[in-house]
């Protein structure tokens, strides 16, 4: 099988894992709570602690939250699926994305379901009875259902990535001093998937708010927080300079650094946000890398005394390979201080 059909073998099985089968599944719960609503309190628990429910909603937001929540990360999955393989890479981290998609649907829509369906022909919701054993065993059934998901989808890795290349060191003479600095951001899809992620926990959020449950304000603290590391994550600005490599957002924080005398080789590379880190922003391959991936294309990539591996996305990475190459070199014969 050539390596275009197998990566068409892995779109259409991570498809069927992640997309098709949660979408069924989602349509399936909202169907069947749909044809419960005759027989459940109109208003109906929503949220459990040690003690019982203690959060309750009228009882047809739970399908439709359930309908938003299961196909919106359906929709969310695809999108990053499709738009970050469209020139053919592919890698691990998809097979894991199409895994965890699948697994996060059985454990969020089985649960809701179980929880709703449990209520059937009680006249208080108050009565609604302890769901802890419920909670477990849809969690044993989301990590068996992702794991046969990982296991159903091909071990493909095609992502087209050109081999790491060395530069030749810039020359500097003896006592110069020289900086090279660019700014990188992120790349129109990976702020599209961002903003849609941070709109559907909001919808989420209004959602459980108007059910009534107390745990709106945990999805509204997520949402808030997302929304703050994405402002935080969508710009980096890239120095290098004798004291080695420093990667930060415009705020500050985050902020990453390579040391000149931690640095054991510089080269540039050519990176695919999904394929091989699974997405965009601060991220980690499956293979150690550790990697500020704004965008497809040109990388730095600087390997540390440890052999582990350190990659920023930004234009001219090969100046500033040049630049960083020269003074480590340079560092390596001065003296210790």
């Known amino acids: 099988m050539t390596a275009s059909a197998d990566v068409r073998t892995a779109r259409h099985r991570f498809l069927l894992v992640g ?34 429910p203690d959060g309750f909603g009228p009882a047809w937001t739970v399908p439709l939250g359930t309908a938003v929540v299961g196909l919106g990360l359906v929709a969310l999955f695809a999108a990053i699926m499709l738009t970050g393989t469209r020139g053919g890479q592919w890698g691990p981290m998809l097979r894991l994305l199409g895994a965890l998609s699948i697994g996060t649907n059985v454990l969020i829509v089985v649960g809701i379901t179980w929880s709703f369906g449990m209520q059937r022909g009680l006249a208080d919701a108050h009565d609604a009875p302890d769901i802890g054993l419920q909670f477990m065993v849809c969690a044993v059934l989301a990590l068996a259902t992702g794991f046969v998901g990982w296991l159903v989808q091909p071990n493909v890795t095609t992502d087209g990535r050109t081999p790491a290349r060395t530069v030749e060191p810039l020359h500097l003479a003896a006592g110069e001093r020289a900086v090279w600095v660019r700014t990188t951001a992120m790349n129109r899809t990976g702020v599209i998937v961002i903003v849609v992620s941070i709109l559907a926990l909001a919808i989420g959020t209004v959602v459980v708010a108007a059910s009534g449950s107390t745990a709106w304000w945990v999805m509204l603290g997520v949402t808030v927080l997302l929304a703050l590391l994405a402002l935080t994550t969508l710009v980096f600005r890239v120095r290098v300079d004798d004291r080695g490599l420093v990667v930060r957002s415009p705020l500050g924080i985050p902020r990453f650094q390579v040391p000149i005398d931690d640095v054991e080789a510089v080269a540039v590379t050519s990176v695919q946000p999904t394929a091989e880190f699974g997405g965009w922003g601060i991220r980690l391959a499956p293979d150690g890398t550790f990697g500020i991936v704004l965008r497809a294309g040109e990388a730095l990539q600087v390997t540390r005394r440890n052999g582990r591996r350190f990659v920023v996305t930004v234009d001219d990475a090969a100046t500033a390979a040049a630049l960083l190459e020269a003074l480590s070199a340079r560092a390596r014969l001065e003296p210790p201080r």
């Open 19 to 52: 997309c098709a089968l949660p979408a069924a599944f989602t349509v399936i719960a909202v169907v069947l709570m749909l044809s419960w609503l005759p027989e459940v309190p109109a208003t109906v628990a929503t949220h459990w602690n040690g003690s019982g």
